[in-house]
């Protein structure tokens, strides 16, 4: 049992005494100890300080001390302390956040920490950096587990003569899931996000009838959808309702999508006004823009915001403008693969040093019946609505939509700066395919050649998963596993059979298309964090033509523990790849 007392709550001008107290009970009741039936006793005792420097100015420090004694196991008594000291930038008292960072951080509480920081004398950015250390050398997790919950431990591992980035925040909203939370807990549970298109957006099938003239009976039924497709709040990014209502909503969910990225990763974004923060946006679909060509009225009352309203460049540009940020700002569409490329222009920028910082998206959303139509007659989609890569069922993809971001740094500059690194990048490659079998076929040769580009400076006996492209579909697949098998193949002809899986978030959530590479970015990042692979749904039986037996590749079929690999007694740091390939030729890994 845990008694809380709040002893006191220091605070200046944003926070009253009864908000501070209600926020502390509310952390306190997300604690979870374990071991509980041989505690005898403990108290707790939190402090909050909240230092503001000038009117509306950032919250510069979140301290949140808890002081455990007196523990009893068995016969024997150990004395512990236990300090999370969070650097919090935001502009007012969120007590959601104060509870999403005590979640992330929650895992410190599994096992005694023997001994803690006790001196603060340094300041705050010397005392995070003791703090990170005593966590290293004293939580107890067994190898594997204490790898994969403190990431920033695997640095240390990796080539201080490589231009590496590290990823330091990501939020998303995918169907079935408005947060990144919801978003791992139905991949862990093996949700299918699916729904109908009659049921989720009717207004698709109304706007058939306008386009086409006729009844929607030979359209596809599936489809995965976003809850808050139609949601904007104007009045907080200081745009009136009329050309609120003339943008893209891509537009509108990449200036929400960027604020919460923002904070997520420890800042407030007033203070990165004026920066050098690239914004690089993977986005393909104009299906608001069709919506609006067939309705005059609307075009006529709101001609004077139509063009940037409806502009693709927008979707970046406005983001930068309203943030004022100073880099890059690019618009980036490769259709399928047009989130991932974008990474990849931001990895370059950031090495380039054309910024400091970068915002990385991928934007999808549907309204428009004539995209589907055009899909479904070509024979692209699933006649059931799932996605059944690698399956000898498969049949083509299911179309989604999806809104997600990464926030990026120069791995140094995020070390320098206390940033939480949740993982690193290594490399990112992109090519084309050149000249195929026709306009949409993918190249053998070309998704070979990229990943050895990927991977020529690696071991790839160290990869441990592969984020498939893996659309399910009976040409697609076999071409995607062969290609990785010769790639592998050629730089370690010795690999072992069966040493890294292969799966792909489609099967969950569809193919989110231009959000599509994002999405398996930060399904790999939760994976590495969580220690646990996903399993792939919707397969039951190989398809017949993938040649799966030729390489190293297995397909996670069910939850895996995802352990660390040994060399010569040495934990390897979890590593995976991502794959996006456009149906145009742009391929991404």
Same mark, same amino acid.
């Given at each position: ?180 939370? &919801? ?367 030729? &390489? ?38």
């Amino acid at each position: 049992q845990v008694q809380i007392a709040v002893e006191r709550a220091d605070y200046y001008e944003e926070a009253e005494d009864e908000e501070i107290e209600q926020a502390a009970e509310r952390i306190f009741d997300k604690i979870q100890i374990v071991n509980s039936e041989y505690m005898k006793w403990f108290e707790v005792l939190l402090s909050f300080v909240f230092a503001i420097i000038g009117y509306m100015a950032p919250i510069w420090m979140l301290m949140f001390q808890a002081k455990m004694r007196q523990i009893e196991m068995e016969d024997e008594v150990m004395q512990f302390q236990t300090i999370i000291l969070m650097l919090m930038r935001i502009e007012r008292v969120n007590v959601e956040m104060i509870l999403e960072w005590l979640e992330r951080y929650a895992n410190i509480f599994k096992e005694p920490i023997s001994r803690c920081v006790n001196n603060y004398e340094a300041g705050a950015w010397e005392a995070l950096e003791e703090m990170k250390e005593e966590i290293y050398n004293n939580v107890s997790y067994g190898d594997a587990e204490k790898e994969s919950c403190l990431v920033d431990k695997d640095i240390d591992e990796i080539s201080e003569a490589e231009d590496l980035v590290a990823i330091i925040g990501f939020e998303g909203c995918f169907p079935g899931a408005r947060e990144v939370e &919801g978003f791992w807990d139905n991949l862990i549970n093996g949700k299918n996000t699916i729904g109908r298109i009659d049921q989720q957006r009717p207004e698709i099938l109304s706007e058939f009838k306008k386009v086409y003239g006729e009844e929607p009976d030979d359209f596809p039924q599936y489809a995965g959808f976003v809850d808050d497709y139609n949601t904007f709040d104007a009045a907080f990014f200081g745009i009136s309702p009329r050309e609120a209502e003339s943008m893209d909503p891509q537009q509108r969910k990449a200036l929400e999508l960027t604020w919460s990225l923002i904070e997520s990763s420890g800042y407030a974004p007033s203070s990165l006004r004026g920066k050098k923060c690239g914004v690089f946006v993977g986005a393909h679909s104009n299906d608001y823009s069709e919506l609006t060509y067939f309705n005059q009225n609307f075009l006529k009352e709101s001609s004077a915001y139509i063009d940037s309203g409806l502009h693709m460049s927008m979707i970046a540009n406005r983001v930068s403008r309203w943030f004022d940020f100073h880099g890059p700002s690019e618009t980036i569409n490769t259709a399928c693969s047009s989130s991932l490329v974008a990474l990849y222009h931001a990895v370059q920028a950031l090495q380039n040093e054309e910024c400091d910082m970068a915002v990385v998206e991928g934007i999808n959303m549907i309204f428009s019946p004539i995209p589907f139509y055009g899909t479904y007659k070509a024979g692209m989609l699933a006649s059931d609505g799932k996605c059944k890569t690698f399956d000898e069922n498969a049949d083509g993809y299911v179309r989604s939509e999806g809104y997600a971001g990464i926030f990026i740094k120069r791995l140094a500059d995020a070390q320098r700066d206390g940033d939480t690194i949740w993982a690193v990048i290594k490399r990112a490659v992109i090519n084309h395919d050149g000249s195929s079998s026709s306009l949409r076929a993918p190249n053998l040769n070309s998704q070979k050649n990229l990943i050895i580009d990927a991977y020529e400076r690696e071991n790839v006996s160290n990869v441990g998963y592969i984020e498939a492209h893996g659309t399910g579909t009976k040409l697609g697949d076999p071409i995607e596993i062969t290609a990785l098998n010769e790639a592998f193949l050629q730089l370690n002809p010795h690999i072992s059979k069966k040493s890294c899986g292969i799966g792909t978030v489609k099967s969950n959530i569809g193919h989110s298309e231009a959000c599509a590479g994002i999405a398996g970015v930060i399904k790999v990042i939760l994976a590495i964090n969580e220690h646990m692979l996903p399993g792939n749904l919707n397969y039951n039986r190989l398809n017949p033509y993938v040649p799966l037996d030729a &390489g190293p590749f297995y397909i996670v079929d069910k939850n895996i523990k995802w352990n660390n690999k040994m060399d010569k007694e040495k934990l390897i740091p979890l590593m995976a790849g991502v794959s996006s390939f456009g149906f145009g030729g742009t391929n991404a890994h």
